[in-house]
């Protein structure tokens, strides 16, 4: 059974940093792709950033690139999510996600694993 685990939300002051963690398990995620998404209080869920089970290819949302950057550590099955320069409109539930290789990455509908969430909330 497929369980994606987020972690490190939480309240901090703009200007803050803040790194996301999804731990994984239950597949072999060599053909897969992890994404983050982001949803914020009366808003639709949307991508921010996911990276190949390899490493070789990252993906960011145009208006999330410069301060946000995904990596992972394959030892660990974990994907990370560093934020910085936190701004009140970062405030959101963050989820990461899985999607295999060849689908639409930026699209959440072809995700089909998901994890809880984990709040940040941005203070201005």
């Known amino acids: 059974q497929v369980q994606l685990v987020e972690s490190g939300g939480g309240l901090v002051q703009a200007g803050g940093s803040l790194r996301l963690s999804c731990a994984a398990s239950?597949?072999?995620?060599?053909?897969?792709?992890m994404g983050w998404f982001r949803q914020a209080p009366g808003k639709e869920r949307e991508f921010v950033a996911a990276?190949?089970?390899?490493?070789?290819?990252?993906y960011y949302a145009d208006s999330m690139k410069g301060r946000f950057t995904i990596s992972k550590d394959n030892a660990k099955n974990t994907v990370y999510l560093q934020i910085n320069s936190l701004k009140p409109g970062d405030t959101a539930v963050y989820y990461c996600?899985?999607?295999?290789?060849?689908?639409?990455?930026?699209?959440?509908?072809?995700?089909?694993?998901w994890g809880q969430g984990t709040q940040v909330t941005v203070s201005s």
């Open positions: 996600a899985t999607t295999p290789l060849g689908g639409p990455i930026r699209d959440r509908r072809g995700y089909d694993y």
């Open positions: 239950g597949r072999t995620f060599s053909t897969y792709v």
């Open positions: 990276i190949t089970w390899s490493g070789s290819r990252l």
